[in-house]
């Protein structure tokens, strides 16, 4: 009874007003707009990033949870050139976390983040096109940070006290490494061991309206998160992975033993491109999964202190240890045995040897390939010069191709 009065509260007043959409819009098309010059680490971007975010959340009466207000900042070395092992290719840069506390007066604090920085003018080792210009990451990740600043908003004006406080955290240099969140996590400003478990969000602005799949990692951290999803929920179609490794920051969190859920709308072909701005985002469809993650948020509320759980280790932390790239989107929403290939990059190895969008990788070098996490494990083992024999499914045809990395 009293989360089905919350749910309804929520529905009308987060997702059932078109001005909490246009807010989404609002958020995001500034995010992802020119004039922050793609949100890298360090930029005057950031920083107009930085003044945006903090101002959202003193609107929403946060209080800072920063080492200087809501800022937390960082020095780190980043590897321009992951295949040079002289150490000659590391710059120091800077980043800065951004970070808002809800003081509910409670034992325990749940974490509701997203990365909001991105690739600025696409000179980033990570970059999968040749353009130059502003990489403005509409979807990776001005959506997941929308949502943040969208959540804080929620939480703070529900009229609820809930049973947990509440950090809501924007962090810089994600796509340098999760540097932002590890940094956190290695020197918190809250008591770490009264985390309760942590909500992260990355790339959840594309939706598809048809497949409505919505990816959510992280099941398996905590026993109570068992049954929490319930797939024959009909507003999407659900991906579950139970792991709590994966390429974005509620890694840094599982590492420290903390319950972590990730969600995802999929990968795309805009991805790590220019293209990937905000006309391409689905609002209503991200404001309907803020809605689903604040549902979820209130049916944890009286669960106390999660227990952690370990899951199997998918291999997926260390993205400098690939030396090589074949230069294809990985389909992640696919359900199917093997590693469906979304789209090649022009150019790339496996562009080059004539895999294309929707193959199904079954095999590289004989080695069975089930999902994309043995695609990962895989491709670690090569370096540049060597060559695989990939082969693939192509509708009902089977194919094999040599690669060259």
Do not use: W
Not at 15 to 30: C, E, F, L, M, P
Not at 88 to 93: A, I, N, Y
Not at 102 to 114: E, F, I, P, R
């Amino acid at each position: 009874m009293f989360f089905a009065l919350n749910a309804i509260f929520f529905t009308n007043n987060l997702v059932g007003q078109n001005t909490d959409v246009a807010r989404i819009k609002s958020h995001i098309s500034y995010l992802a707009s020119d004039k922050l010059e793609g949100r890298a680490p360090g930029t005057k971007g950031e920083k107009l990033a930085i003044k945006y975010i903090s101002s959202e959340f003193k609107k929403s009466g946060l209080k800072p949870a920063g080492t200087k207000g809501f800022i937390q900042k960082f020095d780190y070395k980043y590897n321009t050139n992951p295949h040079d092992t002289t150490g000659k290719s590391f710059v120091q840069k800077k980043g800065s976390n951004v970070i808002g506390y809800l003081d509910n007066g409670a034992a325990y604090t749940v974490v509701v983040g997203g990365h909001f920085d991105h690739l600025g003018l696409g000179h980033h080792g990570s970059a999968l096109d040749t353009d130059t210009g502003v990489h403005n990451g509409a979807d990776d990740n001005a959506s997941g940070t929308a949502g943040v600043l969208e959540l804080a908003r929620y939480f703070a004006e529900n009229g609820i006290k809930e049973s947990n406080n509440f950090i809501f955290i924007c962090f810089s240099a994600e796509e340098d490494g999760l540097v932002g969140s590890k940094h956190f996590t290695q020197i918190p400003t809250v008591n770490i061991d009264q985390i309760n478990y942590m909500i992260n969000m990355d790339m959840i602005g594309r939706l598809d309206a048809k497949t409505m799949k919505l990816m959510i990692y992280g099941v398996g951290t905590s026993p109570q998160f068992a049954g929490l999803i319930d797939t024959n929920d009909r507003r999407f179609s659900y991906v579950i992975d139970s792991s709590g490794v994966g390429p974005t920051d509620h890694t840094s969190f599982y590492l420290k033993n903390i319950p972590v859920l990730n969600f995802f709308t999929g990968q795309h072909s805009d991805y790590h491109k220019a293209t990937d701005d905000v006309e391409k985002i689905n609002f209503e469809g991200e404001a309907n999964i803020l809605k689903y993650i604040s549902e979820i948020i209130l049916k944890l509320d009286n669960k106390g202190k999660l227990a952690f759980t370990p899951t199997k280790q998918k291999q997926q932390e260390g993205r400098s240890r690939y030396k090589v790239s074949m230069g294809i989107m990985p389909d992640y929403t696919a359900t199917v045995n093997g590693l469906r290939v979304d789209a090649v990059t022009d150019g790339k190895p496996a562009q080059k040897a004539g895999l294309l969008g929707g193959d199904i990788i079954e095999a590289m070098d004989s080695k069975p390939i089930k999902d994309v996490y043995e695609y990962m494990n895989q491709l670690s083992t090569y370096k540049k010069g060597d060559t695989a024999l990939i082969k693939v499914k192509r509708g009902e045809k089977s194919l094999e191709f040599k690669v060259t990395f």
